[in-house]
Protein backbone atom coordinates (compact mmCIF):
# COMPACT_ATOMS: atom_id res chain seq x y z
CA UNK A 1 0.00 0.00 0.00
CA UNK A 2 1.08 3.18 -0.88
CA UNK A 3 2.32 5.61 2.20
CA UNK A 4 1.07 8.87 0.02
CA UNK A 5 -2.45 7.82 -0.67
CA UNK A 6 -3.29 4.96 1.62
CA UNK A 7 -6.80 4.01 1.52
CA UNK A 8 -9.47 1.78 2.84
CA UNK A 9 -8.64 -1.57 1.59
CA UNK A 10 -12.07 -2.46 0.56
CA UNK A 11 -12.67 1.19 -1.01
CA UNK A 12 -9.41 0.55 -2.73
CA UNK A 13 -10.60 -2.65 -4.25
CA UNK A 14 -14.14 -1.06 -5.46
CA UNK A 15 -12.08 1.95 -6.97
CA UNK A 16 -10.00 -0.29 -9.16
CA UNK A 17 -12.17 -3.29 -9.47
CA UNK A 18 -8.84 -5.87 -8.51
CA UNK A 19 -6.82 -6.91 -5.62
CA UNK A 20 -4.23 -9.31 -4.63
CA UNK A 21 -6.36 -12.04 -5.89
CA UNK A 22 -6.19 -14.19 -9.25
CA UNK A 23 -8.22 -12.55 -12.03
CA UNK A 24 -8.45 -9.15 -10.15
CA UNK A 25 -12.15 -10.70 -9.16
CA UNK A 26 -13.67 -8.55 -6.44
CA UNK A 27 -15.62 -10.15 -4.13
CA UNK A 28 -18.97 -9.16 -3.10
CA UNK A 29 -17.33 -9.11 0.61
CA UNK A 30 -15.86 -6.29 -0.10
CA UNK A 31 -18.66 -4.58 -1.08
CA UNK A 32 -20.31 -5.85 2.68
CA UNK A 33 -17.54 -5.04 3.89
CA UNK A 34 -17.02 -1.06 3.39
CA UNK A 35 -20.86 -1.00 3.81
CA UNK A 36 -20.98 -2.88 7.37
CA UNK A 37 -17.91 -0.56 8.38
CA UNK A 38 -19.81 2.94 7.66
CA UNK A 39 -23.42 1.43 8.10
CA UNK A 40 -23.73 4.46 10.92
CA UNK A 41 -23.54 6.63 8.04
CA UNK A 42 -25.58 4.99 5.66
CA UNK A 43 -28.00 4.99 8.29
CA UNK A 44 -27.64 8.55 8.97
CA UNK A 45 -28.27 9.71 5.65
CA UNK A 46 -31.36 7.14 5.17
CA UNK A 47 -33.40 8.63 8.20
CA UNK A 48 -32.50 11.97 6.73
CA UNK A 49 -34.02 11.08 3.70
CA UNK A 50 -36.69 9.96 5.25
CA UNK A 51 -37.18 12.70 7.16
CA UNK A 52 -36.88 15.49 4.24
CA UNK A 53 -39.57 13.26 2.51
CA UNK A 54 -41.89 13.91 5.08
CA UNK A 55 -40.99 17.37 6.13
CA UNK A 56 -41.69 18.10 2.15
CA UNK A 57 -45.19 16.17 1.85
CA UNK A 58 -46.26 18.08 4.97
CA UNK A 59 -45.44 21.29 3.80
CA UNK A 60 -46.14 21.07 0.36
CA UNK A 61 -50.15 20.82 -0.49
CA UNK A 62 -51.43 17.81 -2.00
CA UNK A 63 -51.87 18.39 -5.59
CA UNK A 64 -55.33 17.37 -8.43
CA UNK A 65 -54.87 16.42 -11.62
CA UNK A 66 -57.46 16.62 -14.23
CA UNK A 67 -57.24 15.52 -17.85
CA UNK A 68 -59.37 16.73 -20.57
CA UNK A 69 -58.98 14.78 -24.02
CA UNK A 70 -59.44 16.95 -27.45
CA UNK A 71 -59.94 15.20 -30.64
CA UNK A 72 -58.58 16.71 -34.07
CA UNK A 73 -60.42 16.10 -37.34
CA UNK A 74 -59.79 17.32 -40.89
CA UNK A 75 -62.87 17.65 -43.12
CA UNK A 76 -63.12 15.14 -45.95
CA UNK A 77 -63.51 16.69 -49.33
CA UNK A 78 -66.50 14.41 -51.06
CA UNK A 79 -65.47 12.60 -54.36
CA UNK A 80 -64.67 10.03 -56.05
CA UNK A 81 -61.53 9.13 -54.51
CA UNK A 82 -62.40 9.37 -50.93
CA UNK A 83 -59.76 6.56 -49.68
CA UNK A 84 -56.95 9.06 -51.16
CA UNK A 85 -58.77 12.35 -49.39
CA UNK A 86 -59.09 10.41 -46.46
CA UNK A 87 -55.33 9.56 -45.88
CA UNK A 88 -54.32 13.33 -47.06
CA UNK A 89 -56.42 14.39 -44.15
CA UNK A 90 -55.35 11.78 -41.70
CA UNK A 91 -51.90 12.89 -42.79
CA UNK A 92 -52.83 16.37 -42.73
CA UNK A 93 -54.16 15.95 -38.74
CA UNK A 94 -51.04 14.52 -37.22
CA UNK A 95 -49.25 17.88 -38.55
CA UNK A 96 -51.40 19.88 -37.26
CA UNK A 97 -51.45 18.07 -34.08
CA UNK A 98 -47.84 18.72 -33.66
CA UNK A 99 -48.53 22.24 -34.16
CA UNK A 100 -51.59 22.37 -31.64
CA UNK A 101 -49.62 21.36 -28.76
CA UNK A 102 -47.30 24.02 -28.65
CA UNK A 103 -50.43 26.58 -29.54
CA UNK A 104 -52.18 25.36 -26.47
CA UNK A 105 -49.38 26.64 -24.19
CA UNK A 106 -49.14 30.07 -26.04
CA UNK A 107 -49.43 33.47 -24.20
CA UNK A 108 -52.99 33.82 -26.74
CA UNK A 109 -54.87 30.79 -25.24
CA UNK A 110 -53.42 31.05 -21.66
CA UNK A 111 -53.78 34.93 -21.33
CA UNK A 112 -57.43 34.72 -21.89
CA UNK A 113 -57.86 31.40 -19.74
CA UNK A 114 -56.32 33.53 -16.95
CA UNK A 115 -58.89 36.25 -17.35
CA UNK A 116 -61.35 33.94 -17.85
CA UNK A 117 -61.22 32.28 -14.69
CA UNK A 118 -59.46 35.21 -12.78
CA UNK A 119 -56.31 33.84 -11.90
CA UNK A 120 -54.07 36.46 -12.02
CA UNK A 121 -49.96 36.04 -12.31
CA UNK A 122 -48.43 35.90 -16.21
CA UNK A 123 -49.54 33.05 -18.61
CA UNK A 124 -46.07 31.68 -17.55
CA UNK A 125 -47.75 31.10 -14.39
CA UNK A 126 -50.60 29.43 -16.07
CA UNK A 127 -48.83 27.22 -18.16
CA UNK A 128 -46.86 26.01 -14.83
CA UNK A 129 -50.23 24.27 -13.96
CA UNK A 130 -50.44 22.61 -17.31
CA UNK A 131 -49.34 19.65 -19.01
CA UNK A 132 -49.95 19.11 -22.55
CA UNK A 133 -49.26 15.62 -24.69
CA UNK A 134 -49.74 13.95 -27.95
CA UNK A 135 -48.92 10.49 -28.40
CA UNK A 136 -46.89 9.68 -32.13
CA UNK A 137 -49.25 9.54 -35.25
CA UNK A 138 -51.99 10.23 -32.85
CA UNK A 139 -55.01 12.79 -33.28
CA UNK A 140 -55.57 13.20 -29.92
CA UNK A 141 -54.34 16.20 -27.32
CA UNK A 142 -53.97 15.39 -23.85
CA UNK A 143 -54.26 18.58 -21.75
CA UNK A 144 -53.68 18.04 -17.95
CA UNK A 145 -54.13 20.85 -15.28
CA UNK A 146 -52.93 20.27 -12.05
CA UNK A 147 -54.06 22.73 -8.80
CA UNK A 148 -54.35 22.25 -5.52
CA UNK A 149 -58.36 22.13 -5.53
CA UNK A 150 -59.92 19.21 -7.70
CA UNK A 151 -62.45 21.57 -8.79
CA UNK A 152 -60.29 24.44 -9.82
CA UNK A 153 -58.05 21.79 -11.74
CA UNK A 154 -60.76 20.73 -13.66
CA UNK A 155 -62.07 24.26 -14.33
CA UNK A 156 -58.15 25.05 -15.63
CA UNK A 157 -58.85 22.17 -18.39
CA UNK A 158 -62.01 22.71 -19.11
CA UNK A 159 -60.94 26.36 -20.07
CA UNK A 160 -58.22 25.63 -21.53
CA UNK A 161 -59.84 23.17 -24.05
CA UNK A 162 -62.63 26.30 -24.97
CA UNK A 163 -60.08 28.90 -24.96
CA UNK A 164 -58.00 26.57 -27.37
CA UNK A 165 -60.83 25.53 -29.84
CA UNK A 166 -61.89 28.81 -30.51
CA UNK A 167 -58.66 30.24 -31.16
CA UNK A 168 -58.21 27.44 -33.57
CA UNK A 169 -61.20 28.08 -34.84
CA UNK A 170 -60.46 31.68 -35.69
CA UNK A 171 -57.03 30.45 -36.94
CA UNK A 172 -58.91 27.87 -39.24
CA UNK A 173 -61.32 29.86 -40.63
CA UNK A 174 -61.37 29.23 -44.43
CA UNK A 175 -60.80 32.15 -46.68
CA UNK A 176 -64.17 32.29 -48.85
CA UNK A 177 -67.21 32.79 -47.19
CA UNK A 178 -69.35 30.13 -46.55
CA UNK A 179 -66.79 26.99 -46.89
CA UNK A 180 -65.77 24.09 -44.80
CA UNK A 181 -63.70 24.72 -41.82
CA UNK A 182 -60.27 22.12 -43.11
CA UNK A 183 -60.29 21.05 -39.59
CA UNK A 184 -61.97 20.94 -36.26
CA UNK A 185 -61.55 20.71 -32.43
CA UNK A 186 -63.57 18.63 -30.23
CA UNK A 187 -63.26 17.51 -26.69
CA UNK A 188 -63.62 13.95 -26.44
CA UNK A 189 -65.21 14.51 -22.68
CA UNK A 190 -65.37 17.64 -20.64
CA UNK A 191 -62.69 17.52 -17.37
CA UNK A 192 -64.33 15.98 -14.41
CA UNK A 193 -62.84 17.18 -10.79
CA UNK A 194 -60.50 14.23 -9.53
CA UNK A 195 -61.71 12.03 -6.36
CA UNK A 196 -57.55 10.94 -5.25
CA UNK A 197 -54.70 13.71 -5.07
CA UNK A 198 -52.05 13.18 -7.91
CA UNK A 199 -49.19 13.88 -6.03
CA UNK A 200 -47.35 11.07 -4.06
CA UNK A 201 -48.06 10.22 -1.03
CA UNK A 202 -47.01 9.75 2.69
CA UNK A 203 -45.44 6.82 2.36
CA UNK A 204 -44.36 6.59 -1.20
CA UNK A 205 -42.64 9.89 -0.55
CA UNK A 206 -40.92 9.30 2.62
CA UNK A 207 -39.85 5.52 1.22
CA UNK A 208 -38.25 7.36 -1.69
CA UNK A 209 -36.60 10.12 0.76
CA UNK A 210 -34.59 6.91 2.37
CA UNK A 211 -33.92 5.17 -0.85
CA UNK A 212 -32.04 8.32 -2.01
CA UNK A 213 -30.63 8.99 0.85
CA UNK A 214 -29.35 5.54 1.63
CA UNK A 215 -27.60 5.62 -1.59
CA UNK A 216 -26.11 9.50 -0.71
CA UNK A 217 -24.92 7.86 2.15
CA UNK A 218 -23.21 4.82 0.45
CA UNK A 219 -21.99 7.23 -1.99
CA UNK A 220 -20.13 9.45 0.46
CA UNK A 221 -18.78 6.43 2.75
CA UNK A 222 -17.22 5.39 -0.52
CA UNK A 223 -15.58 8.51 -1.35
CA UNK A 224 -14.32 9.29 2.43
CA UNK A 225 -13.07 5.84 2.38
CA UNK A 226 -11.06 6.58 -1.16
CA UNK A 227 -9.82 9.69 0.20
CA UNK A 228 -8.96 8.09 4.06
CA UNK A 229 -5.32 8.84 4.43
CA UNK A 230 -5.18 6.90 7.93
CA UNK A 231 -3.04 4.04 8.69
CA UNK A 232 -5.56 1.39 8.83
CA UNK A 233 -3.38 -1.87 8.31
CA UNK A 234 -0.08 -3.24 9.38
CA UNK A 235 1.63 -3.46 6.36
CA UNK A 236 0.75 0.45 5.93
CA UNK A 237 1.88 1.01 9.40
CA UNK A 238 4.94 -0.51 8.66
CA UNK A 239 5.85 1.33 5.20
CA UNK A 240 4.77 5.03 6.59
CA UNK A 241 7.56 4.44 10.00
CA UNK A 242 10.34 2.61 7.96
CA UNK A 243 9.88 -0.11 10.21
CA UNK A 244 8.96 -3.53 10.97
CA UNK A 245 5.34 -4.25 12.37
CA UNK A 246 5.91 -5.99 15.23
CA UNK A 247 1.74 -6.49 16.87
CA UNK A 248 -1.68 -5.24 16.30
CA UNK A 249 -4.04 -4.70 18.78
CA UNK A 250 -7.94 -5.09 18.14
CA UNK A 251 -9.90 -1.73 19.71
CA UNK A 252 -11.06 -3.24 22.98
CA UNK A 253 -14.91 -1.98 24.50
CA UNK A 254 -13.79 -2.16 28.04
CA UNK A 255 -10.69 -0.48 27.72
CA UNK A 256 -12.76 2.56 25.90
CA UNK A 257 -14.49 2.79 29.09
CA UNK A 258 -12.28 2.88 31.46
CA UNK A 259 -8.85 5.16 31.76
CA UNK A 260 -6.61 1.46 32.56
CA UNK A 261 -7.21 -2.40 32.10
CA UNK A 262 -4.35 -4.87 31.95
CA UNK A 263 -5.42 -7.46 29.26
CA UNK A 264 -6.13 -10.74 30.91
CA UNK A 265 -5.84 -14.49 30.24
CA UNK A 266 -7.33 -15.79 26.70
CA UNK A 267 -8.11 -12.77 25.51
CA UNK A 268 -7.61 -11.64 21.92
CA UNK A 269 -5.81 -8.65 23.24
CA UNK A 270 -3.86 -10.43 25.82
CA UNK A 271 -2.48 -12.68 22.91
CA UNK A 272 -1.50 -9.93 21.35
CA UNK A 273 0.76 -7.90 23.65
CA UNK A 274 2.40 -11.74 23.89
CA UNK A 275 2.61 -11.82 20.16
CA UNK A 276 5.09 -8.07 20.92
CA UNK A 277 6.69 -8.91 23.85
CA UNK A 278 7.85 -12.18 21.21
CA UNK A 279 8.36 -10.37 18.44
CA UNK A 280 10.68 -7.48 21.00
CA UNK A 281 12.80 -10.39 21.18
CA UNK A 282 13.40 -11.35 17.81
CA UNK A 283 13.46 -7.93 16.33
CA UNK A 284 17.78 -7.78 16.14
CA UNK A 285 19.13 -10.95 17.65
CA UNK A 286 22.84 -9.57 17.39
CA UNK A 287 22.02 -6.39 18.92
CA UNK A 288 19.33 -6.87 21.67
CA UNK A 289 17.27 -4.05 22.34
CA UNK A 290 16.32 -4.16 25.74
CA UNK A 291 16.09 -0.26 26.58
CA UNK A 292 13.31 0.82 24.71
CA UNK A 293 11.14 4.29 24.32
CA UNK A 294 7.27 3.72 23.12
CA UNK A 295 6.10 6.66 21.76
CA UNK A 296 3.48 7.52 19.21
CA UNK A 297 3.29 10.37 17.09
CA UNK A 298 -0.10 12.19 18.96
CA UNK A 299 -1.85 11.84 22.24
CA UNK A 300 -4.37 9.07 22.82
CA UNK A 301 -2.62 6.62 20.37
CA UNK A 302 -2.28 3.70 22.73
CA UNK A 303 1.29 3.88 24.08
CA UNK A 304 0.86 3.86 27.09
CA UNK A 305 -1.74 1.34 27.16
CA UNK A 306 0.84 -0.89 25.10
CA UNK A 307 3.89 -0.18 27.02
CA UNK A 308 2.01 -1.47 30.77
CA UNK A 309 0.69 -4.45 28.52
CA UNK A 310 4.24 -5.34 27.22
CA UNK A 311 5.70 -5.15 29.87
CA UNK A 312 3.29 -7.43 32.18
CA UNK A 313 3.43 -10.39 29.06
CA UNK A 314 7.45 -9.83 29.41
CA UNK A 315 7.25 -10.26 32.98
CA UNK A 316 4.90 -13.24 32.93
CA UNK A 317 7.93 -14.84 30.82
CA UNK A 318 9.94 -14.86 33.65
CA UNK A 319 11.82 -11.47 32.38
CA UNK A 320 12.67 -8.69 34.75
CA UNK A 321 10.52 -5.59 33.52
CA UNK A 322 10.69 -2.08 34.60
CA UNK A 323 8.51 0.53 33.13
CA UNK A 324 9.63 3.99 33.39
CA UNK A 325 7.34 7.00 33.60
CA UNK A 326 9.09 9.28 30.83
CA UNK A 327 6.04 11.23 30.07
CA UNK A 328 7.74 14.27 32.42
CA UNK A 329 4.61 16.40 30.76
CA UNK A 330 1.34 14.64 31.01
CA UNK A 331 2.79 11.48 33.46
CA UNK A 332 -0.15 9.15 34.03
CA UNK A 333 1.88 5.67 34.94
CA UNK A 334 1.38 6.42 38.74
CA UNK A 335 -2.54 7.62 38.36
CA UNK A 336 -3.08 4.23 35.93
CA UNK A 337 -1.54 1.98 38.60
CA UNK A 338 -2.22 3.83 42.05
CA UNK A 339 0.92 4.25 42.75
CA UNK A 340 2.60 7.32 44.67
CA UNK A 341 3.27 10.04 42.56
CA UNK A 342 5.51 12.07 44.21
CA UNK A 343 8.96 10.42 44.14
CA UNK A 344 9.90 9.11 40.40
CA UNK A 345 12.47 9.93 37.63
CA UNK A 346 13.09 13.64 38.20
CA UNK A 347 14.03 13.22 41.76
CA UNK A 348 16.93 10.38 40.48
CA UNK A 349 17.93 12.72 37.75
CA UNK A 350 18.52 15.77 40.74
CA UNK A 351 20.42 13.42 42.46
CA UNK A 352 18.08 13.68 45.71
CA UNK A 353 17.29 10.22 45.47
CA UNK A 354 18.86 6.69 44.28
CA UNK A 355 17.23 4.84 41.33
CA UNK A 356 16.72 1.20 44.03
CA UNK A 357 14.70 3.31 46.43
CA UNK A 358 12.73 5.29 44.03
CA UNK A 359 11.66 1.84 42.15
CA UNK A 360 7.88 0.83 43.07
CA UNK A 361 6.80 -2.69 43.15
CA UNK A 362 3.73 -4.18 40.81
CA UNK A 363 4.06 -8.14 42.46
CA UNK A 364 0.79 -8.98 40.73
CA UNK A 365 1.76 -7.70 37.55
CA UNK A 366 5.13 -9.21 37.45
CA UNK A 367 6.65 -5.72 36.97
CA UNK A 368 8.62 -3.05 38.78
CA UNK A 369 7.62 1.08 38.00
CA UNK A 370 9.38 4.24 38.24
CA UNK A 371 6.83 6.64 37.98
CA UNK A 372 7.77 10.07 36.50
CA UNK A 373 8.21 13.15 39.98
CA UNK A 374 7.12 15.96 40.28
CA UNK A 375 7.08 17.63 36.64
CA UNK A 376 9.78 19.49 36.21
CA UNK A 377 9.97 23.03 34.17
CA UNK A 378 12.32 22.12 31.53
CA UNK A 379 11.64 17.90 30.35
CA UNK A 380 13.44 18.15 27.26
CA UNK A 381 16.44 18.62 28.88
CA UNK A 382 16.20 16.20 31.54
CA UNK A 383 15.08 13.32 28.83
CA UNK A 384 17.94 13.92 26.63
CA UNK A 385 21.02 14.72 29.05
CA UNK A 386 23.41 12.51 30.71
CA UNK A 387 21.81 12.20 34.02
CA UNK A 388 19.39 10.56 31.98
CA UNK A 389 21.44 8.12 29.87
CA UNK A 390 22.94 6.82 33.17
CA UNK A 391 20.20 6.08 34.61
CA UNK A 392 18.98 4.02 32.09
CA UNK A 393 21.93 2.40 31.92
CA UNK A 394 21.94 1.36 35.72
CA UNK A 395 18.23 0.17 35.24
CA UNK A 396 19.47 -2.04 31.96
CA UNK A 397 21.72 -3.66 35.05
CA UNK A 398 19.25 -4.58 37.34
CA UNK A 399 16.68 -5.20 34.47
CA UNK A 400 16.25 -7.11 31.49
CA UNK A 401 14.36 -5.36 30.02
CA UNK A 402 13.57 -1.11 30.71
CA UNK A 403 10.08 0.01 28.77
CA UNK A 404 10.34 3.72 28.89
CA UNK A 405 6.75 5.41 28.17
CA UNK A 406 7.67 8.76 26.45
CA UNK A 407 5.67 11.94 25.39
CA UNK A 408 4.13 11.85 21.77
CA UNK A 409 7.04 12.88 19.09
CA UNK A 410 5.06 15.58 17.31
CA UNK A 411 3.71 17.97 19.78
CA UNK A 412 6.81 18.19 21.60
CA UNK A 413 10.79 17.12 21.00
CA UNK A 414 10.86 14.68 24.07
CA UNK A 415 10.63 11.61 22.58
CA UNK A 416 13.30 12.72 19.99
CA UNK A 417 16.10 14.01 22.89
CA UNK A 418 15.36 10.11 25.02
CA UNK A 419 15.73 8.56 21.64
CA UNK A 420 19.68 8.59 21.54
CA UNK A 421 19.68 7.06 25.38
CA UNK A 422 17.50 3.90 24.53
CA UNK A 423 18.50 0.96 21.99
CA UNK A 424 15.13 1.86 19.98
CA UNK A 425 11.85 3.49 20.07
CA UNK A 426 8.83 1.81 19.39
CA UNK A 427 6.37 3.56 17.60
CA UNK A 428 2.23 3.30 18.37
CA UNK A 429 -0.52 4.21 15.68
CA UNK A 430 -4.27 4.29 16.05
CA UNK A 431 -5.99 2.31 13.67
CA UNK A 432 -8.07 5.01 11.32
CA UNK A 433 -6.58 7.85 13.30
CA UNK A 434 -3.43 8.58 12.96
CA UNK A 435 -2.42 10.12 9.25
CA UNK A 436 0.60 7.92 7.58
CA UNK A 437 1.82 12.41 7.06
CA UNK A 438 1.59 12.12 10.95
CA UNK A 439 3.40 8.53 11.67
CA UNK A 440 5.97 9.19 8.92
CA UNK A 441 6.69 12.50 10.59
CA UNK A 442 7.28 10.93 13.84
CA UNK A 443 9.83 8.63 12.16
CA UNK A 444 11.89 10.96 10.54
CA UNK A 445 12.06 13.39 13.88
CA UNK A 446 13.61 9.65 15.62
CA UNK A 447 16.12 9.24 13.43
CA UNK A 448 16.75 12.69 12.88
CA UNK A 449 18.26 12.62 16.46
CA UNK A 450 19.80 9.65 16.06
CA UNK A 451 17.48 7.23 17.57
CA UNK A 452 16.15 3.83 15.83
CA UNK A 453 12.80 2.53 15.49
CA UNK A 454 12.51 -1.09 16.45
CA UNK A 455 8.78 -1.65 15.49
CA UNK A 456 5.51 0.05 15.08
CA UNK A 457 2.38 -1.59 16.80
CA UNK A 458 -1.43 -0.99 15.65
CA UNK A 459 -3.51 0.05 18.40
CA UNK A 460 -7.04 0.06 18.81
CA UNK A 461 -7.57 -2.18 15.25
CA UNK A 462 -11.06 -2.96 13.91
CA UNK A 463 -12.05 -6.45 15.83
CA UNK A 464 -14.24 -7.43 12.68
CA UNK A 465 -14.41 -7.02 9.22
CA UNK A 466 -12.98 -8.98 6.18
CA UNK A 467 -9.47 -7.08 6.91
CA UNK A 468 -9.69 -7.19 10.78
CA UNK A 469 -8.68 -9.49 13.11
CA UNK A 470 -12.43 -11.15 13.07
CA UNK A 471 -11.13 -14.54 12.02
CA UNK A 472 -8.50 -14.47 14.18
CA UNK A 473 -10.81 -14.13 16.89
CA UNK A 474 -12.88 -16.91 15.81
CA UNK A 475 -9.64 -19.31 15.73
CA UNK A 476 -8.71 -17.85 19.18
CA UNK A 477 -11.62 -18.74 20.54
CA UNK A 478 -12.34 -21.87 19.21
CA UNK A 479 -9.37 -23.01 20.50
CA UNK A 480 -10.22 -21.95 24.13
CA UNK A 481 -12.88 -23.66 23.96
CA UNK A 482 -11.31 -26.98 23.18
CA UNK A 483 -8.98 -26.25 26.19
CA UNK A 484 -11.22 -24.42 28.77
CA UNK A 485 -8.40 -25.75 31.55
CA UNK A 486 -5.48 -24.31 30.10
CA UNK A 487 -3.11 -22.05 31.93
CA UNK A 488 -1.73 -19.13 29.55
CA UNK A 489 0.31 -17.28 32.40
CA UNK A 490 3.48 -18.87 33.82
CA UNK A 491 3.18 -19.35 37.30
CA UNK A 492 4.84 -16.78 39.22
CA UNK A 493 4.14 -15.69 42.63
CA UNK A 494 4.40 -12.73 44.43
CA UNK A 495 6.66 -13.92 47.04
CA UNK A 496 8.86 -14.99 43.97
CA UNK A 497 8.23 -11.59 42.19
CA UNK A 498 9.79 -10.16 45.84
CA UNK A 499 12.49 -12.53 45.94
CA UNK A 500 13.38 -11.59 42.29
CA UNK A 501 13.02 -7.58 43.28
CA UNK A 502 16.04 -7.74 45.79
CA UNK A 503 18.43 -6.70 42.92
CA UNK A 504 22.16 -7.28 42.68
CA UNK A 505 23.89 -5.18 40.56
CA UNK A 506 26.96 -6.41 38.25
CA UNK A 507 28.27 -6.06 34.46
CA UNK A 508 25.99 -5.41 32.24
CA UNK A 509 24.60 -8.69 30.77
CA UNK A 510 25.00 -8.99 26.91
CA UNK A 511 21.56 -9.95 26.35
CA UNK A 512 18.17 -10.59 28.45
CA UNK A 513 18.15 -13.81 30.25
CA UNK A 514 14.73 -15.09 32.36
CA UNK A 515 14.62 -15.50 36.21
CA UNK A 516 14.85 -19.04 37.78
Not at 84 to 103: D, P
Not at 356 to 362: D, F, G, H, N
Request: aromatic share 6%.
Amino acid sequence: MSSRAPVHVAATRLLYCSDDRPGGVVKVADYVELLRERWKTVLAFALAGALLGTALFILRPQQYSSNLELYVSAQLAQGDNAANAAYEGSLFTQQRVKSYTQLITSDRVLAEVRDRLQLGGSPDDVAQHLDVAAGVDSVLIDVTATQDDPQQAANLANTVGAVFIGVVEDLERPSEPGAPRPIVVRPVALATPPAEPSSIGLPALAALGLLVGAALGVAFSYVRSILDTSVTTPEAAAEAAGAPSIGTVGFDQALARNAWQLAEGESPNAEAYRQIRTNLQFVDVEHAARVLAVSSSLPGEGKTTTTLNVARALGFSGYRVVVVDGDLRRPRAAQLLDLEAAVGVTNVLANHLSVESAIQRRPRDQFDVLVSGPIPPNPSELLGSQAMKSMLRELAVRYDYVLVDSPPTLPVTDAAALAPSTDGVVLVCRAGKTSVQQLTSAANSIRTASGKIVGVVLSMAPTRGVEARARYNSYYASSVAQHPSRTVEPPGTTEQFERRAEVQTGPARPSPRRRT
